[in-house]
């Protein structure tokens, strides 16, 4: 990747739901985020970000929401605060990222990826009103407002912590079998840690 990759969390592209803008369905899963600050994160990392804008992928008739986001400890984190500030700071990075995105499966054998909005990447305010959206559809999913299984998907919807949700269980705590010792990135004498934006 040319950024870090994630979602956020408690957010659903709703497969049953046509959005207005993009005429497609959701792809039936949280919005993924990519975060483009110099530090590589590691894997299964939580970050706290900042929200720049967002682009709209269709992949394979579906929507799928990109947020461009920034690790709010970044020391670029204090300059970028809409998507013209990341077009500013970072020329040419969205313009690879929507490249990266359109061609990624077709090694695969699957077709390019096409873009709503003629691939503009939307702005800030934008991209918080589809998070909000993606948010209250996660809400209906979770408290069984939207069905959770139909022919084309089964979520599951187990939960340990949402209040009011028909599917929260209880948690049981975690009985660790086997350790195993891990060595740590940052002490490979290789390790550089972060990505470079030329």
């Not at 993009?22 to 039936?28: F, L």
């Not at 899963?29 to 530090?39: C, F, H, S, T």
Request: proline fraction near 5%; include cysteine; hydrophobic fraction near 35%.
């Amino acid at each position: 990747y040319i950024w870090n990759y994630g979602a956020l969390p408690q957010t659903w592209e709703d497969p049953t739901c046509l959005h207005s803008e993009t005429g497609a369905r959701g792809d039936n899963d949280p919005i993924d985020a990519i975060e483009i600050g110099e530090g590589v994160a590691k894997r299964g990392e939580v970050k706290q970000v900042k929200v720049l804008g967002i682009m709209a992928m269709l992949d394979q008739g579906e929507t799928d929401w990109k947020v461009v986001v920034i690790d709010t400890k970044d020391p670029m984190a204090a300059k970028l605060n809409d998507i013209d500030d990341v077009k500013k700071h970072y020329p040419g990075l969205l313009d690879a990222t929507k490249h990266w995105f359109e061609v990624y499966k077709i090694p695969d054998g699957k077709e390019r990826n096409e873009f709503a909005f003629n691939g503009e990447c939307k702005d800030k305010a934008y991209a918080n009103c589809i998070i909000a959206e993606t948010h209250e559809a996660w809400q209906k999913l979770i408290h069984a407002k939207i069905p959770h299984k139909t022919e084309t998907y089964n979520i599951s919807v187990e939960n340990t912590s949402v209040e009011g949700s028909p599917f929260r269980v209880e948690s049981e705590p975690l009985k660790v079998t086997e350790t195993h010792e891990v060595m740590r990135e940052e002490d490979s004498e290789d390790y550089n840690g972060k990505w470079y934006f030329v």
